[in-house]
């Protein structure tokens, strides 16, 4: 079942599409499956650290790229997940995408390397064993293809602040975990 959710583009005009961003994997404001949460602090094998499949649809139709950034809300707004140089003919993302700098898919992606509770490529899911937190994954439709100033070495906040700079408009989602 994909469900949309509220979003926002300062770049469209009358009669054009909303900007959305949904899941099959959970409803907006419901709960993330654990198989998307973190594998480093529990013991349930249903934990696997997959990230959930994506859709957006609706971007401004100057688009040249996208990037998703994905953060902790009740966590000081950490950030869990940076995909970005997401070709603008690609409007998903699968579950479980690589953990690496270079994903198979999206074919010319790149992911910023997570410094936290693991330290991987790519997404790192929910990690809040005590207590019931809130994640935005936040779709960007970005005026460039390629934030070519961004690098294997780029830490989350510096990438989401490229990013940010590049926006022309963006979709929001969250969950909770």
Same mark, same amino acid.
């Given at each position: 079942?994909?469900? +949309?959710?509220?979003?926002?583009?300062? +770049?469209?005009?009358?009669?054009? %599409?909303?900007?959305?961003?949904?899941?099959? +994997?959970?409803?907006?404001?419901?709960?993330?499956?654990?198989?998307?949460?973190?594998?480093?602090?529990?013991?349930?094998?249903?934990?696997?650290?997959?990230?959930?499949?994506?859709?957006?649809?609706?971007?401004? %139709?100057?688009?040249?790229?996208? +990037?998703?950034?994905?953060?902790?809300?009740?966590?000081?707004?950490?950030?869990?997940?940076?995909?970005?140089?997401?070709?603008?003919?690609?409007?998903?993302?699968?579950?479980?995408?690589?953990?690496?700098?270079?994903?198979?898919?999206?074919?010319?992606?790149?992911?910023?390397?997570?410094?936290?509770?693991?330290?991987?490529?790519?997404?790192?899911?929910?990690?809040?064993?005590?207590?019931?937190?809130?994640?935005?994954?936040?779709?960007?439709?970005?005026?460039? %293809?390629?934030?070519?100033?961004?690098?294997?070495?780029?830490?989350?906040?510096? %990438?989401?602040?490229?990013?940010?700079?590049?926006?022309?408009?963006?979709?929001?989602?969250?969950?909770?975990?």
């Amino acid at each position: 079942m994909m469900c +949309a959710l509220l979003a926002m583009s300062p +770049a469209l005009t009358p009669g054009s %599409a909303v900007f959305t961003l949904t899941s099959s +994997a959970f409803s907006p404001g419901g709960v993330i499956p654990k198989v998307h949460e973190c594998t480093s602090g529990g013991s349930d094998p249903r934990q696997r650290n997959e990230s959930p499949p994506l859709s957006w649809a609706g971007g401004p %139709a100057t688009t040249q790229s996208y +990037a998703l950034v994905m953060r902790d809300l009740d966590n000081r707004n950490l950030i869990h997940w940076v995909i970005y140089d997401i070709p603008v003919s690609v409007t998903a993302l699968p579950q479980n995408v690589d953990h690496v700098y270079r994903p198979s898919v999206p074919s010319g992606s790149r992911q910023v390397y997570y410094r936290g509770s693991a330290s991987l490529f790519g997404y790192q899911g929910p990690c809040s064993p005590r207590t019931v937190n809130t994640y935005e994954f936040v779709v960007y439709a970005l005026n460039r %293809a390629s934030l070519a100033e961004l690098t294997s070495s780029s830490s989350t906040t510096t %990438a989401a602040r490229v990013i940010t700079s590049a926006s022309l408009g963006s979709a929001r989602l969250s969950g909770e975990s």
